[in-house]
């Protein structure tokens, strides 16, 4: 069975060693525990504090992957383009890839933010066409000043 539902505290030691592999396996930064540690820390800390969402997807009662997004303001620490929607990460456990799963999150996301009267939705990435473009989202040749990713971009009504 799967569904998508909002991050709980039991979640964080699943969280935790998806956001691991994501880190170290899929965008090649190499953490330490500690390090890990730090990071799961932050982002249930901005959880808490309604900065950002933190959706899981659950196939038969274990978490497989994860999306984290939020609508930028002068309070959030990703704040490129506020009034906007920004998903943060997106994760799907590798021999689960290519079912649809990811495109899911994704839609889930946008639908939460949409509710919430976005001007539209981004995300930054390395990637140049793929994934991202199949599903609405188009390269605005710029450049995130945090991170060095390719920012793209869909607007509300596609949503």
């Given at each position: 069975m799967?569904?998508?539902r ?5 979640d964080?030691?699943?969280?935790k ?7 170290t396996?899929?965008?090649?930064i190499p ?15 901005q ?6 969402s933190?959706d899981l997807l659950i196939?038969?009662?274990a978490?497989k ?5 939020q ?7 990703w704040c490129e383009?506020e ?5 943060r990460?997106l994760y799907?456990?590798?021999?689960l890839r290519g079912?649809?799963?990811g495109r899911s999150l994704?839609s889930?996301?946008e639908?939460?933010?949409?509710d919430?009267a ?5 995300l930054?990435?390395?990637?140049t066409t793929g ?11 710029e ?5 060095n990713g390719r920012i793209?971009?869909?607007?509300a009504?596609?949503?």
């Open positions: 799967k569904k998508i909002e991050y709980k505290e039991s964080y030691a699943g969280f060693e998806m956001l691991y592999v994501c880190f396996q899929d965008y090649k953490l330490n525990k500690n390090q890990l540690e730090d990071l799961c820390l932050e982002i249930t800390q959880f808490l504090r309604y900065i950002l933190i196939i038969d009662d978490p992957g994860f999306v984290i997004y609508i930028d303001s002068k309070d959030s620490d383009k009034g906007y929607g920004f998903i990460e799907v456990v590798a021999d079912a649809g799963h994704v889930h996301a639908k939460r933010m949409k919430k976005v001007t539209g939705i981004y930054t990435t390395d990637e994934f991202w473009a199949k599903i609405g989202y188009r390269d605005t040749g450049i995130c000043v945090k991170n793209f971009v869909k607007k009504r596609k949503i």
